[in-house]
């Protein structure tokens, strides 16, 4: 059964820099890619960034500059690091994995931003 795990939502302030881990566990075949995504309440789910197998990534022209999505050698553990944050970037962000066959998705975890 796969399961993705994020962790390193929390409380900052604007300017601040957080970073999101999902560790992903279970066999999945054929992974497309790997990414974040989030939802602000009232507004429908957005994408953040993705990583492909091949390591070709893409943003959301709101992060852009800002956030930077990795992840480590075993292709197992994706990141988003998130720096000069703003309010406007509180949401609930999701782990995501894309694979041929479907989506997976973690249960969230909230990043709040204050002013």
């Known amino acids: 059964q796969v399961q993705l795990v994020e962790s390193g939502g929390g409380l900052v302030q604007a300017g601040g820099s957080l970073r999101l881990s999902c560790a992903a566990s279970?066999?999945?075949?054929?992974?497309?890619?790997r990414g974040w995504y989030r939802q602000a309440p009232g507004k429908q789910r957005e994408l953040v960034a993705t990583?492909?197998?091949?390591?070709?990534?893409n943003y959301a022209d709101s992060v852009k500059g800002r956030f930077t999505i990795s992840r480590d050698n075993a292709k197992t553990t994706v990141y988003l690091q998130m720096d000069s944050l703003t309010p406007e970037d509180t949401a609930v962000y999701y782990c995501n994995v894309r694979g041929i066959f479907r989506d997976y998705w973690g249960q969230g975890t909230q990043v709040t931003v204050s002013s």
């Open positions: 990583i492909t197998s091949g390591d070709n990534t």
């Open positions: 279970g066999s999945i075949f054929r992974v497309n890619s």
